[in-house]
């Protein structure tokens, strides 16, 4: 079955640290997995996908087939980043993205 | 350019009661989804549609249905609502089949009493 598993429903980490937000899934063909964020009071977007192999707001992502993971990460955590990250997967035929059940980031000063 | 835009933003329902999500984008996506969004459970998809006059079950279809007459709009019905169905909904769009749902609404905060 497909499915996305982010361990951590609260992840708290100190401005400057270093920040891991993990993301696990189950699939059987070859996946696109995306990372999305959603600001206080804002709605959902996209903050980067897999294929892209991009670094956005100073967040990078790789995917380890091998683990099956999808982690996201960030070197320096800034207080902005404080926001709700979902990890999700897009099967083959593009008709369904399924979501994990997201990570709460909360950057303290 | 407004992207995706639903309304209500807030409703309180009582059980039994019937009423209608709206959602609308201007960017002429063919694909729309609806979601709704629990705790500790993410994003479920509820139901898509790839194109007017075309829409399909997602993952929690039961106690929804939608319809699509354009390619502009895509509401999302609660024939009878229950407690289940309290949650946030959102809309979604996508230019097609090839992309992922970049583009959200605001949501909708629903509450069933």
């Known amino acids: 079955a497909q499915r996305v598993t982010q361990p951590e429903k609260l992840l708290s980490v100190f401005k400057g640290a270093p920040v891991e937000l993990k993301c696990n899934y189950s699939?059987?063909?070859?996946?696109?997995l995306f990372w999305y964020v959603q600001y206080s009071r804002q709605r959902l977007q996209l903050l980067l996908r897999h294929i892209s192999r991009e670094s956005i707001k100073g967040f990078t992502a790789d995917l380890n087939k091998g683990e099956t993971s999808f982690h996201l990460k960030k070197p320096f955590a800034q207080e902005e980043d404080s926001a709700m990250y979902y990890c999700?997967?897009?099967?083959?035929?593009?008709?369904?993205?399924?979501f994990g059940a997201g990570t709460r980031l909360f950057v303290k000063a | 350019n407004a992207g995706v835009t639903q309304t209500p933003k807030f409703q309180v329902l009582k059980t039994g009661q019937s009423m209608t999500l709206q959602c609308a984008q201007d960017m002429n996506h063919e694909y729309m989804s609806w979601y709704r969004q629990d705790p500790g459970m993410g994003l479920r998809l509820i139901h898509y549609s790839v194109g007017a006059g075309i829409t399909d079950q997602g993952e929690v279809p039961n106690g929804y249905n939608v319809s699509r007459s354009t390619t502009e709009d895509f509401p999302l019905r609660l024939l009878s609502a229950a407690p289940s169905q309290t949650s946030v909904y959102f809309c979604?769009?996508?230019?097609?089949?090839?992309?992922?749902?970049?583009?959200f609404g605001q949501g909708t905060r629903l509450t069933v009493v």
């Open positions: 999700a997967l897009r099967d083959t035929g593009g008709f369904k993205t399924i």
């Open positions: 979604a769009s996508k230019v097609g089949l090839g992309d992922t749902e970049a583009f």
């Open positions: 699939y059987s063909g070859s996946p696109e």
